[in-house]
């Protein structure tokens, strides 16, 4: 037997509970039995419901016996040594011994939680996790409202397949679509960005079956228009075939054998289909009875099947023309019917055909105007900017719309979103200048959470703005630092070979990760104490000063750990390195001594961030 195959397992539950207040859900928890130490070991899944980090976190754990009468509890069962950003899972590797061996369920409960800026909330009530979470598929709701639900988040573009569950609100709190718990005082879900009163409404069955009644008004009539010009249409292709009929008819008489032939037509046209074949029915039966079939599919309203008869005939009559009004006649219907868009590519595969070309641009400026109404204002500029329609009044409209939209983002604080209408915008009115300063506010917080991969790509994109060359200047030292630090959260790596064991105080390595997300890692190698880790957090570089960072009571608070005195580009005295800081040692304060760390960059000013 394999050690996985010893374990036994006593109970699992899979659960999402919460109580108020509470800064972590309960996810689950498994008791089982490891028969290799003849032990019962119990764990639980936790989730970061706050928005600080969590550090440490203490529980107890009751057990009951299998009739749920409780026999023992284990104090004090401590979460240590974690960095847990929020909506983050965490606590399944860690175990906790229970010595009553008749444990067979057993229930956690929250003693206290203690932030990284040090905050220590504690569960003063003892109160337990009762309250579920657990939500409900949106797809529940019947599936014409569900329909409509993801028709409101595409006006908006939100993500509708993200929002896959029914919300919640409540007094202290609301859970999302998403399923993020959000605190009662979170205008906007902290997962995905939606905000909540829309949410509310916008999932209400009575608000979403008012509106799909009233998309299902708009379609029938739509529908009742579209049936009657195809009538129309029909009854005019039933007329133009009866002409056409009889002008081939009197060709026919023209050719050779005129009077003779046309009296037996009929009868020849049947020898013909009987035998098969003939010279006459090659040349004339077989396309007039072709035609006649491709005209007939016309009229029933099949016009790609028409189209494709017409196509193989090669020039008979007007088979050439009847291709092309085959598909203008479609284009005709679908533009009828509100099919716009669709409408449009047909007329525009025609173009030389008719007044394709004006009924092409027509649809267009129709299918803008949709656009318009449906709120999609980015949509209806560009589908326009395919006809240099940049003159017509829905232009103009949209403009004005999405502008006013990324001021109301701009004022709500949402800069990201606020900038991307302004920058599509491009020259309307202050656009441009109101995109800069968007950016640059998300530049300056994104820098100011030690979000660097974000914060320094905006800056290079604002280079010459406001203060930013000063900014670039300031934070050379940094870029260098993390340049060959990978987007995928892999570390820039430097490393000196003379620092100081905090722990022996004797000459040992130091091995210094900096991440793109502003995390760092110390390791110190001692041939006394082996490799270990001497310190982590979060860091920020400014003015030649390396600090540590860390938040407190809202504020990010910073710590000098280091000067740098010196960098050295082009360096040759270390093996695969091309560059090195001369800095005070940033684990021994009493160290007077400055050490070399030896790292690589990318390149010399612009930095690769990834």
Known sequence: MSKEEKKQLLEEKNIHLWFPGSPVSLQSMKLELDMNVGAIFA???FMNVQPQNIKTMICDIICYDSLRKPIDVV?????DGFDIVRNKEFGTEVPFRINNQHTRNIEFVLKSVTTTSGQTWRNKDE????MSLVQESIYNIQTDLHKQFMENCRQIEVDDTKLS????FERDYWLCACGTLNWSNEAVCCTCGVERDWLQKNSDKDYLKQQT???ELEVEQLRARAAEQERIDRERAREEFSKRKEAYKKQVQKSEGRKKVGKLLPIILVVVILLGGGYFGIFYGLPYINYHMAMDEYEKGSYDSARMKFEKMKGYLDSEEMVYKCTYTKAVSYSQSGNYRDAAEMF???TTYSDSETKYKENIVKYA????TDGKYKEAMTTLDEIDGQNEDIYAKSQDKLYLQAGRDEKNQYFKTAYDKYDFLKDYKDSREKANQCLYTVARLEYEKLD?????????????YKDVDQIMEKITTLRKLISAAGEDGSPAVWESQEGMCPKCGKTAEYIMEFRLDGRYKFSVKCEKDGTFVAQEGRFKIEDEVLYDAEYKDGTMLFKKMADIKKVEENVNDKEGKNIYMEITDPLNSKNKKTIKIYGNIISDDTVSLG
Not at 75 to 79: A, E, G, Q, R, T
Not at 369 to 372: A, G, H, N, T, V
Not at 452 to 464: E, F, N
Request: net charge positive; glycine share 2%.
């Open 43 to 45: 764990y639980a899944k």
């Open 75 to 79: 104090k004090d069962c401590v979460y």
């Open 127 to 130: 109160k337990r996790f009762n």
């Open 165 to 168: 569950l029914q919300p919640k």
């Open 213 to 215: 009644e009233q998309r």
């Open 348 to 350: 525009l595969s025609i």
């Open 369 to 372: 105007s949709k656009l318009y």
């Open 452 to 464: 660097y991969k974000s914060a320094l790509q905006r800056y290079d994109q604002l280079k010459g």
